[in-house]
């Protein structure tokens, strides 16, 4: 299956761990960000979207999200920080293949959102940052500052769509996670895994002047082929960077097929059901 769920997020002390970062964003890419599809589903059918809308995907990561409301008639922007993951995306949304018409209501950014904006025009109609928080300590201001930025690019009333972990006891990925948080437990810093809150989201989106809209929650699923794909994969969200400055990926690699044992079936595979959060605020 496919990445999931948070962008590179490396330490902010100590040394950075050494990490091939093409293999990484195509590890993202093609094991764990299709993990996410039921989320992207849940949102885009709620909100309706189609031909009227005009998106900003903030860190869009490798496109997917974007490629499903693309499919549905949006006009898409997507903006990254990652060269990597934004180069997957212009492969998937942007293909230079010989008889293929661009599409020109599809943009990918890459940088921040203030680099998105074009003069005279129209206003987004709706924003999403669906890449999850709520498992990083310092997530939170990490996506305030996108969320600043993005603001002022959409329309009053726009939708803004945050996304986050759901209770460790709905997620069976939390306690694989904890691996994370025990290897990096010496640098103690914000790059560290924590649980997550039961109101990351509200206050994320209280602290960037939006308006609570509703909210829901969506069943994602962690499968992988074998446990080699799940180490791969979940490396491949950042969530154990730490880890790997604190020890080494080999240590990380043998403490994460140990806490994968437990969701191995019979025929090899690796399951673990996870329910996520999102909130839909607005623009004032």
């Known amino acids: 299956m496919t990445p999931t769920l948070v962008r590179q997020h490396l330490p902010h002390a100590g040394s950075v761990p050494r990490v091939d970062l093409r293999a990484r964003a195509r590890d993202w890419s093609e094991i764990q960000e299709r993990m996410l599809v039921p989320l ?10 189609g031909p009227a809308t005009r998106l900003l995907g903030l860190g869009c990561g490798s496109g997917l999200s974007l490629l499903m409301a693309a499919a549905r008639g949006a006009a898409v922007t ?32 890459d ?21 999850p928080i709520g498992c990083l300590a310092g997530d939170s201001e990490g ?9 002022p690019l959409a329309r009053r009333g726009a939708a803004v769509v945050l996304a986050g972990w759901g209770p460790p006891e709905r997620c069976a990925t939390a306690s694989v996670m904890r691996v994370a948080a025990k290897l990096a437990e010496p640098l103690r810093h914000s790059g560290s895994w924590r649980p997550a809150c039961r109101d990351d989201l509200e206050d994320v989106a209280q602290r960037a002047g ?3 809209d509703g909210s829901g929650r969506v069943a994602c699923p962690f499968g ?8 791969r994969g979940l490396k491949s969200t950042g ?6 400055t604190a020890t080494d990926q080999v240590q990380v690699d043998k403490e994460l097929t140990e806490a994968l044992h437990p969701h191995q ?19 004032p």
Do not use: C, H
């Not at 996506?143 to 603001?151: F, H, P, Y």
């Not at 969530?239 to 790997?244: I, K, N, S």
């Open 40 to 49: 992207y589903e849940a949102v885009y059918e709620r909100l309706e979207v």
């Open 78 to 109: 997507g903006v990254d920080v990652s060269p990597e993951r934004m180069t997957l995306a212009r492969e998937r949304l942007l293909p230079e293949t010989p008889g293929t018409r661009a599409r020109p209501d599809i943009r990918l950014v």
């Open 111 to 131: 940088g921040s959102p203030r680099d998105t904006a074009v003069p005279g025009a129209p206003g987004y109609t709706l924003v999403t940052a669906f890449e």
């Open 143 to 151: 996506l305030g500052g996108l969320l600043a930025e993005a603001a």
């Open 210 to 212: 939006l308006k609570p």
């Open 224 to 231: 992988y082929a074998d446990v080699d794909s799940a180490v």
């Open 239 to 244: 969530l154990f960077d730490a880890a790997m």
């Open 265 to 283: 079936r019979q025929d090899g595979t690796v399951w673990m059901p996870n329910v996520f959060r999102y909130l839909i605020a607005r623009t």
